[in-house]
Every structure is written in structure tokens, then in C-alpha cells.
């Protein structure tokens, strides 16, 4: 090995790293931590959030339709309830998770006017943080912008319900404002564009703010904003089990500061298993449309489902992007109310044709699924196999649809870590059992 040549300086053989899979069931490791049908091992207890898709009669796991509830309340109800005056209503469900029931007018007057208060960026941070070194990854700026943030807090490492609290809904109301400039820095200083920055209006919404942030000309129209308040709505909260989620809790449970265990949550999420997926869902889909010759031929769109799971079309990874879930079988509950949405915007956008075909690809892709790879597992179609197209046709561009999520579900998480600090009480560490089943002999370094 040649160390001064960084060419040179890679594994050769894996085999340090390579366990074989067979010891995994002989041992009984519960891989992914996940049991042997796929559901995930009960590693703690929540009030935040119930994720309903199947049901276990007689060991047997029965797929069932699936149902989301933010504390007890019922996902399409809180859609459908708070926003039926046309107000906006992420900002409810994050009172919601935080504070554990919803507010009536007074307290959501105060919680909109706290946002607001919180709604600005320390002095400079724009342009030390964010404009003195852009990312072209929008996600990787923004979990840096968020552990920065500590350097600016008096209290940052007193995890105190009550100073938590606090940076809670402080890092609720700057994400958008970080996400916004991330992407306003990244297209500015690699993609040559010129470099305006909006500070966010008192009088917005945190759906609003976001259009009114990343849109040269400020404009948007009522349906757009609340469309995406909606979006921002359904991606809050998704149980303490999610990916990111339990690595805020894990990160939580070893008493690290607030912004530790944000940033980490964000790293997780950026993950193309995780909430990279719905960009890689348009990816896919831009790569079906170039190569499907008829968008309304059932056997040529799934003869091409049946190649992507083969690993010879798109990247090549055998994934059909935005289908199946950890819980969910039969429907993901928030799909359906994203999938409307996509319709009508669809429909008054010129993509009717462009729509067709996700449903079609949704109808097929659970029959190909089970031919190509041969098991009985139930699959439909997750949040992200539409989000990525709604946010498309409202103009947001691909870099930020990750970062959307992030904004959208920081309430979720900082509703777990909030639990985790209150009843958690145990560093949260699982088992590894070595499989090395040898001792090495040491010798001098000259000798080896």
C-alpha cells in the first residue's frame, strides 16, 4: 500500500467488514431492528404519535388500511378541521405535538405571535454561516446551520423542559428561513444565479414565508400556500420508530444539547431510504417518462416496473421509489390526501397525462413487486410517492423537497426529544455480538 497516494489507499478485501448473513438468523439478530415479518422491535413507548397498518390475530400479520393520529387525533381529521376556515395550520399541529392538545384562539394567537418573534436569523449568521460557504446539498447545509445555532444560545446545554421547550420552537421558526437562504446561497454561488435573500413577513404563515423565500418575485397564490401547508401538515410526525426520529431519541438519551440531536435527525432524514426518497421518486419518474413510449400502455409500464426491480433501468438500485412501508400495507393514509391534491393541481397545470401515469405505476407496482421478488408482502404506495410531483407542480425546486420534510417534521422530533427527557431516563444502547471468533497474535510492526 502506498500511503502517500490516496489513489492507492482503499480496501482491497472486505472481508474486515463482511459478516455472512446466515448468522444473523442463527443468532436471532433482529436486523434493521426489525422481527422476522418485518415489524419493528418494540424499543420504547409514545403519546405523540400511533402509526396503524396491520393487525396480529393468532401471530399471523393481517394487512389492514392504514391510520396516522397526532395525540389520539385522527390525521384526516386535523386536515379537514383546522383547515376549514382557510386559515393555515401547520403551525396548530405543531402547538399539538409540542404541548399535547390543540389550542383554542387565544392560545394559538400567542403561539403564531412566539413563532414570529423567533422568526429571524443572530446577526450575521446569514452571511458568515450560509453565504461564506454554500453546500449544493441543501440538507447538509441546513443540519450545519442548526448545529451552529449552539455557539448563539446562553442556555444551549440546559435540557430543562422549559429551556427545550423553548428551542423548540425556536429551530420550528428559523428552519424555513436556513432551508430558504441554503438554496438562495447554493444557486447563487454554483448554479451562477443572482443572489436575493427575502427576510420572512410578520404576517405569513410558515407555508407562505417558504414561497415567499425561494420565489425571485415574492408571488404566490392562496391555493399554492395552502396546498403546501397541507404538505407540511401530513410530513410533522410519523411515530418515534422512524429513522430519524429514534436517532433524535437516541442522541437525546445521552444528554446531549438540543441542537446535537436536531441536526442529527437531519442527517438521518436526508437519506434517499428515508426522506431523500421523494426526490428520487421524480428521478425515477423522469426516467420512466423518457423511456415509456406509451404512458397509457398497462404491460409496456409494467414490463418496465419488472426491469427496474431487476436492476436494469434508472440507477440500477431495484427499487421502485415512493412504494412500501415499514408499517403501512394496504394505503398509507397520507398519500390519499396528497394523491387529491396532486390531482387538481394536475389538472389546472397542463400534467393530467403525467398524473395518469403515477397512478398507474401506484396500481401496478405492488403486482410486480411480488412476481420479481417472490413474497407475499402487501405494498402501496408511501407519502413520497406523490409529494415530490405536488411539489413540482407548486415550482419548488427538487434541491428543497427534502428540506421541506425537515421543516415540516422538526416539530415531531422535537416533540420525541421533549418525551424522551421526561420519560425516557436510560442511554438508549442495543446489543452487538462479536463474530470475529478468532484472537490474533500481535506482532512488531517490522515483523509484519
Given at each position: 500500500?502506498?500511503?502517500?497516494?490516496?489513489?492507492?489507499?482503499?480496501?482491497?478485501?472486505?472481508?474486515?467488514?463482511?459478516?455472512?448473513?446466515?448468522?444473523?438468523?442463527?443468532?436471532?439478530?433482529?436486523?434493521?431492528?426489525?422481527?422476522?415479518?418485518?415489524?419493528g422491535v418494540l424499543a420504547g413507548?409514545?403519546?405523540?404519535?400511533?402509526?396503524?397498518?396491520?393487525?396480529?390475530?393468532?401471530?399471523?400479520?393481517?394487512?389492514?388500511?392504514?391510520?396516522?393520529?397526532?395525540?389520539?387525533?385522527?390525521?384526516?381529521?386535523?386536515?379537514?378541521?383546522?383547515?376549514?376556515?382557510?386559515?393555515?395550520?401547520?403551525?396548530?399541529?405543531?402547538?399539538?405535538?409540542?404541548?399535547?392538545?390543540?389550542?383554542?384562539?387565544?392560545?394559538?394567537?400567542?403561539?403564531?405571535?412566539?413563532?414570529?418573534?423567533?422568526?429571524?436569523?443572530?446577526?450575521?449568521?446569514?452571511?458568515?454561516?450560509?453565504?461564506?460557504?454554500?453546500?449544493?446539498?441543501?440538507?447538509?447545509?441546513?443540519?450545519?446551520?442548526?448545529?451552529?445555532?449552539?455557539?448563539?444560545?446562553?442556555?444551549?446545554?440546559?435540557?430543562?423542559?422549559?429551556?427545550?421547550?423553548?428551542?423548540?420552537?425556536?429551530?420550528?421558526?428559523?428552519?424555513?428561513?436556513?432551508?430558504?437562504?441554503?438554496?438562495?446561497?447554493?444557486?447563487?454561488?454554483?448554479?451562477?444565479?443572482?443572489?436575493?435573500?427575502?427576510?420572512?413577513?410578520?404576517?405569513?404563515?410558515?407555508?407562505?414565508?417558504?414561497l415567499h423565500m425561494i420565489r425571485?418575485?415574492?408571488?404566490?397564490?392562496?391555493?399554492?400556500?395552502?396546498?403546501?401547508?397541507?404538505?407540511?401538515?401530513?410530513?410533522?410526525?410519523?411515530?418515534?420508530?422512524?429513522?430519524?426520529?429514534?436517532?433524535?431519541?437516541?442522541?437525546?438519551?445521552?444528554?446531549?444539547?438540543?441542537?446535537?440531536?436536531?441536526?442529527?435527525?437531519?442527517?438521518?432524514?436526508?437519506?434517499?431510504?428515508?426522506?431523500?426518497?421523494?426526490?428520487?421518486?421524480?428521478?425515477?419518474?423522469?426516467?420512466?417518462?423518457?423511456?415509456?413510449?406509451?404512458?397509457?400502455?398497462?404491460?409496456?409500464?409494467?414490463?418496465?416496473?419488472?426491469?427496474?426491480?431487476?436492476?436494469?433501468?434508472?440507477?440500477?438500485?431495484?427499487?421502485?421509489?415512493?412504494?412500501?412501508?415499514?408499517?403501512?400495507?394496504?394505503?398509507?393514509?397520507?398519500?390519499?390526501?396528497?394523491?387529491?391534491?396532486?390531482?387538481?393541481?394536475?389538472?389546472?397545470?397542463?400534467?393530467?397525462?403525467?398524473?395518469?401515469?403515477?397512478?398507474?405505476?401506484?396500481?401496478?407496482?405492488?403486482?410486480?413487486?411480488?412476481?420479481?421478488?417472490?413474497?407475499?408482502?402487501?405494498?402501496?404506495?408511501?407519502?413520497?410517492?406523490?409529494?415530490?410531483?405536488?411539489?413540482?407542480?407548486?415550482?419548488?425546486?427538487?434541491?428543497?423537497?427534502?428540506?421541506?420534510?425537515?421543516?415540516?417534521?422538526?416539530?415531531?422530533?422535537?416533540?420525541?426529544?421533549?418525551?424522551?427527557?421526561?420519560?425516557?431516563?436510560?442511554?438508549?444502547?442495543?446489543?452487538?455480538?462479536?463474530?470475529?471468533?478468532?484472537?490474533?497474535?500481535?506482532?512488531?510492526?517490522?515483523?509484519?
Open positions: 500500500m502506498d500511503i502517500n497516494n490516496s489513489e492507492k489507499f482503499k480496501l482491497n478485501n472486505l472481508d474486515a467488514y463482511s459478516i455472512d448473513y446466515k448468522n444473523y438468523s442463527k443468532i436471532d439478530v433482529k436486523r434493521g431492528l426489525r422481527n422476522i415479518d418485518g415489524s413507548l409514545t403519546k405523540v404519535c400511533e402509526i396503524h397498518g396491520y393487525v396480529v390475530s393468532e401471530g399471523e400479520k393481517i394487512p389492514d388500511e392504514g391510520k396516522l393520529s397526532l395525540r389520539g387525533y385522527n390525521i384526516n381529521d386535523l386536515v379537514s378541521v383546522c383547515g376549514e376556515d382557510g386559515r393555515f395550520s401547520y403551525e396548530e399541529v405543531s402547538f399539538l405535538l409540542l404541548m399535547g392538545h390543540l389550542p383554542n384562539i387565544k392560545e394559538f394567537e400567542g403561539f403564531k405571535k412566539y413563532l414570529t418573534s423567533e422568526a429571524y436569523l443572530p446577526h450575521n449568521f446569514a452571511e458568515d454561516m450560509i453565504l461564506k460557504s454554500p453546500s449544493r446539498d441543501i440538507m447538509n447545509k441546513l443540519a450545519r446551520s442548526v448545529l451552529t445555532l449552539y455557539s448563539y444560545d446562553e442556555n444551549a446545554d440546559d435540557t430543562s423542559v422549559e429551556n427545550v421547550l423553548r428551542q423548540s420552537v425556536s429551530l420550528i421558526a428559523k428552519l424555513p428561513i436556513l432551508a430558504s437562504y441554503g438554496y438562495r446561497a447554493k444557486t447563487h454561488y454554483f448554479d451562477g444565479k443572482s443572489l436575493i435573500l427575502h427576510q420572512p413577513k410578520k404576517e405569513y404563515s410558515i407555508a407562505e414565508n417558504i425571485d418575485d415574492n408571488k404566490f397564490t392562496p391555493e399554492e400556500a395552502q396546498i403546501l401547508d397541507i404538505a407540511l401538515m401530513l410530513h410533522a410526525e410519523h411515530g418515534g420508530g422512524n429513522n430519524s426520529a429514534f436517532t433524535c431519541r437516541v442522541l437525546t438519551s445521552s444528554g446531549t444539547d438540543t441542537y446535537s440531536a436536531i441536526s442529527g435527525a437531519i442527517n438521518a432524514l436526508k437519506g434517499p431510504k428515508h426522506g431523500g426518497a421523494n426526490a428520487k421518486v421524480i428521478q425515477m419518474f423522469d426516467d420512466f417518462k423518457a423511456n415509456i413510449s406509451d404512458w397509457t400502455d398497462e404491460d409496456e409500464v409494467y414490463d418496465y416496473l419488472v426491469k427496474t426491480l431487476n436492476k436494469q433501468t434508472n440507477d440500477k438500485s431495484g427499487l421502485i421509489y415512493g412504494i412500501g412501508h415499514a408499517v403501512y400495507t394496504l394505503s398509507d393514509p397520507r398519500t390519499k390526501i396528497l394523491k387529491e391534491k396532486a390531482k387538481i393541481l394536475a389538472e389546472e397545470r397542463g400534467k393530467a397525462e403525467e398524473f395518469a401515469l403515477y397512478e398507474m405505476v401506484e396500481k401496478l407496482a405492488p403486482q410486480a413487486f411480488y412476481n420479481v421478488k417472490g413474497t407475499d408482502k402487501t405494498v402501496s404506495a408511501n407519502v413520497d410517492f406523490y409529494s415530490g410531483f405536488v411539489y413540482s407542480m407548486l415550482g419548488i425546486p427538487k434541491e428543497l423537497f427534502t428540506p421541506l420534510f425537515a421543516i415540516a417534521r422538526v416539530s415531531g422530533w422535537c416533540a420525541h426529544r421533549l418525551e424522551e427527557l421526561v420519560s425516557g431516563g436510560r442511554i438508549l444502547r442495543p446489543a452487538y455480538k462479536s463474530v470475529c471468533g478468532y484472537e490474533n497474535e500481535i506482532k512488531r510492526i517490522g515483523e509484519r
